[in-house]
């Protein structure tokens, strides 16, 4: 079998990151917005750095203006996702983007994406659940309005909530409100650390924002304490190491130590992040990932169940799912 038809989980997608550049610019094009300084030559996301990158994803976000904006956009990541072998997926979701933290317009777009995500299933296959989720630059009042939509409409398809942006703006401690705000509600946390900052913003997520899964968290690496501890402690790493070597964290696939973490015990998934930004899909980074570290598939098997065991859904999909996964 080929790792193309691997049945995969993917746990650490944002929605609007999945967006591909052509579907950008054809949204664009119907609402006379000039989106040309952000795309490269060839067509695809131009940008210098991880700063400049979420400046682009900002830019290129908005031209969503409209629940059936985010439909279409729901329909063609998930058509991409499936086509890579995506058997269940979990997407990042911004009230910032959806509706200005409103809760009344939020629920519309999250009826339309889930509405545009039901059709992808019945055709494809294809699960997909929400994860609400801050953005840090945006600052913790905003994370607090972004926490009460997410706490409003918790339930059997938004099932989480997490933290996204810029690691260097603020400290964890600062969106402690949100997150008790979002556990009261029922939803499971994760938060982006560990990326643009060290191994003290891992443990710091882990403290302050009591989440159960990390988002990269990947430099964890350059304390082995700190790894010991989320091996003991079963924390999820929401890897995305294509997404890593783009953006310069590591200088190319076989420095980033996802092999090494896994080595050590720590529970790695493996996920593409933003996809057309970083030229890659599933499929690729299972590619890349043999390519380095010689992993076959009962590796890949392995690392889809554990994602399945941390998925952020009720135990009857999680069953369905791993259902799906046995060979
Ligand atoms: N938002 C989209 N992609 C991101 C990333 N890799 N890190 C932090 N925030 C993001
Ligand atoms: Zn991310």
């Known amino acids: 079998m ?16 999945a967006a591909p550049a052509d579907f950008v610019r054809g949204l664009a094009r119907e609402k006379s917005v000039d989106l040309s300084g952000i795309f490269a030559p060839d067509g695809s996301y131009s940008y210098t750095d991880f700063w400049h990158f979420l400046h682009v994803y900002e830019t290129a976000t908005s031209v969503l203006k409209t629940p059936e904006d985010y439909a279409r956009l729901t329909r063609a990541v998930l058509e991409e996702s499936a086509a890579a072998g995506v058997i269940y ?24 994406i889930r509405e545009a995500a039901e059709e992808a299933e019945a055709r494809d296959g294809i699960t997909l659940r929400g994860i609400v989720t ?3 630059h945006f600052g913790p009042e905003k994370a607090r309005e972004t926490a009460l939509c997410a706490a409003e409409t918790a339930g059997d398809w938004l099932t989480g909530f997490g933290i996204a942006g810029d690691e260097r703006a603020g400290e964890p401690g600062d969106f402690a409100w949100a997150f008790d705000c979002a556990r009261e509600a029922g939803l499971r946390l994760t938060a982006h650390a560990g990326e643009w900052r060290g191994p003290e913003s891992v443990a710091a997520a882990l403290d302050a924002l009591k989440v159960e899964r990390i988002g990269h968290g990947v430099r964890a690496i350059e304390d082995p304490a700190l790894v010991d501890r989320l091996a003991e402690d079963g924390v999820v790493l929401e890897v995305c190491p294509g997404s890593n070597v783009a953006l310069g964290v590591y200088p190319d696939w076989r420095a980033h130590p996802i092999d090494r973490l896994r080595g050590a015990g720590c529970k790695v998934t493996v996920s593409t992040d933003d996809p ?33 065991d941390a ?17």
């Open 2 to 17: 080929s790792l193309a038809a691997l049945p995969k989980v993917e746990l650490h997608l944002h929605l609007e990151g």
């Open 89 to 112: 997926s979990e997407t990042f979701l911004s009230p910032d983007f959806c509706g200005g933290r409103d809760v009344g317009a939020w629920r519309e777009y999250l009826t339309a």
């Open 134 to 136: 801050c953005i840090r």
């Open 276 to 308: 057309p930004f970083f030229h890659t899909t599933m499929v690729r980074e299972y590619d890349r990932l043999a390519d380095a570290f010689g992993w076959d598939e009962d590796d890949f098997a392995a690392i889809a169940r554990t994602s399945a």
């Open 311 to 327: 998925a952020f859904c009720d135990d009857t999909t999680r069953s369905r799912i791993l259902e799906r996964l046995a060979p």
